[in-house]
């Protein structure tokens, strides 16, 4: 992937640091390029995934139902969710 004037191009991401957030300079070049594991798709939609820390749960401090959202990734071509395994006649891959 090459910008306007034929250099790789270059996105600023956040990287996880103790402290302060930085950025950081990666080029796209560097990476690996994520397909669907069950079609070879390139293009994902983003959903979400809605779970729910009940309040009855020891765990849960607030005494509140707590509403936790996840962004999942969706394959566009078949609608694999990316990450989870693919499963066929029944098994697991």
Same mark, same amino acid.
């Given at each position: 992937?090459?910008?306007?004037n /034929? #250099?790789?191009?270059? !996105?600023?991401? *956040? ?13 796209? =070049? ?10 070879? /798709? #390139?293009?994902?939609? !983003?959903?979400? *995934? ?13 005494? =509140? ?9 969706l ?19």
């Amino acid at each position: 992937m090459s910008g306007n004037n /034929g #250099k790789p191009t270059v !996105i600023p991401i *956040r990287v996880p640091n103790v402290g302060q957030p930085q950025q950081q300079q990666i080029n796209i =070049q560097d990476t690996a390029e994520q397909l669907c594991p069950k079609c070879l /798709g #390139k293009h994902f939609n !983003i959903a979400v *995934r809605l779970h729910v820390f009940s309040k009855l749960n020891p765990k849960n401090p607030s005494g =509140q139902d707590v509403l936790i959202k996840m962004e999942v990734y969706l394959c566009r071509s078949c609608g694999h969710e990316y990450g989870q395994p693919v499963v066929q006649d029944g098994k697991a891959d």
